[in-house]
């Protein structure tokens, strides 16, 4: 059948198994918007008040739902607005779609009225990124962009589309989506030499990685550090692999992790690295990180094998295919003496109380989320304090339920995150989880969440400054708070009122519970303004390049 360019995008976008996509409309994306009108019933479209906005929430969607998330924007400033989004996606191996709109092709490299050559602007932050010249290479080229997203390590793919290919007509014959790669293990021999180390391992932990949730590998996961009876110290991106209610959850690694979890990484003699990158928020001083340990990595890109620490062996391959493969033929392993000594070493600083304030305290807040939200219901965040407050005292119980930017830390990420989480998942309750720098990033969005009754929680954790800057500023820099304290006055509940938005505040102690009991019984978008203290610090902190024995606990 005879079809325009336009036409074709969404027949392609049916194939693919996409029923909602994101984004803003604009004169170069006209055709493609006109066939979405069209295409209407198949196919949802949610209008964002910005484009970053869209690639967020597209990100959000795809990080909750486990598939592929689909932006679509105009050209020039339209498709630039997406780059952050994109790279926030890559960092973390989150599956996008990008479909762009251009001048036509006539007009391609004229400096004509918002070109701009959006696909080699994004090349170092996508997999790929393909201009489409002609209509006939329309279908194929969507098709690739997907299969791309999907297999290996996951991550963004853009396609830029001229308005003459949209409107041109060409032949088109529907497909079968592309049945994902088989990626099979590249050294099997190492599943013996990695099992051999387990068996005579005395103190074994597992590091575990987004690498499990990517690859949906949470049971698989679970059934693996049962097995081997090893602590699970995990990072920002692997919270939810496992719950965190589980006895060998021992919780967030790095930074701001525990003193539990660096101690594992201390005087552990065994370390597995599950999906997980070493990063430089997890790995400190790379040199000294597991120094007295064998190390394993379990892992799908050849390009993280020795690339941040040195390991003594490694399996590359689908986490799945190599947790399985692991578990076969091994016995099960018992190490109760470690585990006793990793429990000790959680009660460490209990004599250590929470801090005296007249102030609302983050942990007091984020215990009551805890009470009130439900263990599929899903957590968003922005980037500062508030993130590692999350990861620190947020339970996780369910794989896809935390959506946080992991390896970029995009301020103004969490607004569009949530929609597309709630968007996809109109049964459960959506909680944003932000503070007041990162919230300015982004609140345009809040016309989102009420234009298509979203019900998300907001909850500002207001400082009134920027939090994670200004303790650095107070831990590194004599306390110079260079640009850290903007005296905004903005009110975020009279705000969100202006967008039409419930509002509420949260100023003492006594308003935590029933405020927030309040908004989960409405139904429908709210913002909370919490009045946290700007003193308020993320402890524990290992300081940049550092190890535990360094560790800060008061500041």
């Not at 930074?255 to 660096?262: A, L, S």
Request: net charge negative; with cysteine.
């Amino acid at each position: 059948m005879q079809l325009t360019g336009a036409e074709i995008i969404c027949e392609c976008l049916i194939e693919q198994g996409v029923d909602t996509v994101f984004g803003y409309p604009g004169g170069a994306a006209l055709n493609t918007y006109d066939a979405l009108y069209k295409y209407s019933d198949r196919i949802k479209h949610i209008l964002t008040a910005h484009e970053q906005g869209a690639s967020h929430a597209a990100d959000g969607y795809a990080r909750s739902t486990g598939r592929t998330g689909v932006v679509m924007t105009t050209s020039g400033p339209g498709a630039t607005n997406i780059v952050t989004g994109l790279a926030t996606a890559n960092i973390d191996s989150i599956p996008v779609v990008a479909i762009t709109g251009n001048v036509t092709t006539d007009q391609l490299g004229r400096d004509s009225f918002q070109e701009v050559d959006i696909v080699d602007i994004v090349k170092p932050v996508t997999k790929a990124s393909f201009l489409v010249e002609k209509v006939e290479d329309l279908a194929p080229t969507i098709r690739r962009a997907f299969a791309l997203a999907r297999q290996g390590r996951k991550g963004p793919v853009l396609v830029d589309v001229p308005k003459d290919v949209t409107a041109n007509k060409t032949e088109f014959t529907p497909a079968e989506p592309a049945k994902p790669e088989i990626f099979e293990i590249k050294n099997p021999e190492s599943i013996r030499v990695v099992q051999d180390l387990i068996r005579n391992a005395k103190r074994p932990m597992i590091y575990a990685g987004g690498g499990i949730l990517s690859a949906n590998a949470g049971d698989e996961f679970k059934t693996f550090a049962e097995l081997i009876d090893a602590p699970v110290c995990c990072s920002l991106m692997g919270l939810g692999c496992i719950p965190a209610s589980h006895p060998l959850c021992v919780g967030n690694i790095g930074m701001h992790g525990g003193y539990e979890t660096g101690m594992a990484t201390a005087e552990c003699d065994l370390m597995i690295a599950c999906g997980a990158r070493f990063s430089d928020r997890v790995a400190g001083d790379r040199e000294k990180f597991g120094e007295q340990a064998k190390i394993v990595q379990l892992e799908i890109d050849e390009k993280e094998i020795n690339k941040n620490v040195r390991v003594d062996e490694y399996v590359l391959g689908d986490i799945k295919d190599i947790l399985i493969a692991l578990t076969v033929g091994l016995e099960q392993q018992s190490h109760s003496e470690w585990l006793s000594q990793i429990e000790k070493w959680k009660h460490h600083f209990d004599s250590k109380k929470l801090p005296d304030s007249e102030y609302p305290l983050p942990q007091e807040i984020l215990q009551a989320v805890n009470e009130i939200k439900a263990d599929d219901d899903i957590i968003a965040t922005d980037v500062g304090q508030h993130q590692m407050w999350v990861a620190q005292y947020s339970k996780i119980e369910k794989s896809k339920t935390l959506l946080t930017s992991g390896g970029m830390g995009t301020m103004g990420f969490g607004m569009g995150a949530s929609i597309g989480a709630q968007v996809s998942h109109p049964d459960k309750r959506v909680f944003l989880i932000t503070g007041d720098g990162s919230f300015h990033m982004n609140l345009n969005e809040l016309v989102t969440l009420k234009s298509y009754d979203l019900p998300v929680i907001v909850i500002v954790m207001n400082n009134q400054v920027l939090g994670m800057v200004r303790q650095w500023q107070k831990l590194f820099y004599e306390s110079r708070f260079s640009q850290t304290d903007p005296h905004r006055a903005t009110d975020f509940a009279a705000l969100a009122e202006a967008f039409g938005v419930d509002g509420m505040r949260i100023n003492t102690k006594a308003d935590i519970k029933p405020v927030l009991q309040k908004a989960a019984e409405l139904k429908k978008p709210v913002v909370i303004d919490c009045r946290i203290s700007p003193d308020e610090n993320v402890l524990p902190m290992i300081p940049p390049g550092k190890t535990v024995n360094e560790i800060v606990i008061e500041m």
